[in-house]
């Protein structure tokens, strides 16, 4: 899974803009979690040390 998102990412990459707070991998753990344990994006952040709005 993660080298699937990886080569997608790499084909949209933009040369501006802020960097990433998570890794592929933290992405990708925090979309199966929320969709596991349906928590809210409040505390799906707090657990990775992000803003709310970083974790839509």
Known sequence: ??????????KRKKLSGRPQKL???DQILMT???L???RTYFHV????????????
């Open 1 to 10: 899974m993660h080298e699937l998102v990886c080569k997608s990412k790499e």
């Open 23 to 25: 890794s592929y991998q």
């Open 32 to 34: 199966l979690e929320y």
């Open 36 to 38: 596991r344990e349906y």
């Open 45 to 56: 952040a707090h657990d990775y040390g992000i803003s709310e709005s970083n974790c839509l």
